[in-house]
């Protein structure tokens, strides 16, 4: 989350006390219980800040670089050495993010965005349909991906944000972000 990667932009006493949820109560229980497959990105969200800017001045959320770095880990957590970045051309667009939003604030930043060459992935999502974001389910379709590989995303709305970055290497993702899991729906996409 920003704030345990932003921590710089935190009141000085609060620096030092704001930990990664995952990090704290998480990390060291799936070690224990011998599960080894488990990625979290933060540190190099971390090193990473230092040369780009990889969350929103105005969104909780990650900027396309966060994503892409995110994306490039995970990629390389399943054994493809893919940058996402090397597939993405960088372009400047007025920006109001989630917390713009919910100050309720005008706030309209200038921001990079950056989106892949060729231009022609496409994203359904049902989102904008939904009360809130539960059982948000999103497709992703790139006819000109490095692979013609599929990949399946229980996530939230982080992963959601990275399906532009994943769809540089997958040609179809599937994302879907709901309390329950759906054996039907993961048999079909298989």
């Not at 919910?102 to 999502?125: C, F, N, P, Y």
């Amino acid at each position: 989350s920003k704030p345990t990667v932003m921590t710089e932009y935190l009141p000085d006493d609060m620096q030092a006390q704001v930990q990664s949820l995952y990090e704290r109560h998480y990390a060291e229980v799936l070690r224990s219980a011998g599960c080894g497959f488990v990625t979290y990105p933060r540190a190099l969200l971390v090193e990473e800040k230092e040369r780009s800017q990889v969350f929103s001045r105005t969104d909780t959320h990650m900027t396309d670089i966060g994503c892409a770095v995110v994306a490039r880990h995970i990629l390389r957590q399943l054994g493809h050495d893919h940058d996402p970045l090397m597939y993405m051309e960088e372009d400047t667009r007025p920006r109001r993010g989630d917390l713009a939003a919910m100050a309720k604030t005008g706030d309209v930043e200038l921001a990079a965005v950056h989106g892949l060459r060729s231009r022609t992935d496409q994203i359904w999502d049902n989102r904008r349909s939904l009360p809130s974001n539960k059982d948000n389910i999103a497709v992703s379709h790139h006819p000109h991906s490095f692979s013609s590989q599929r990949l399946l995303v229980l996530g939230d709305s982080f992963m959601l944000q990275c399906l532009t970055s994943l769809s540089s290497f997958y040609r179809d993702i599937l994302y879907v972000r709901s309390a329950h899991l759906q054996p039907e729906l993961l048999d079909m996409f298989s």
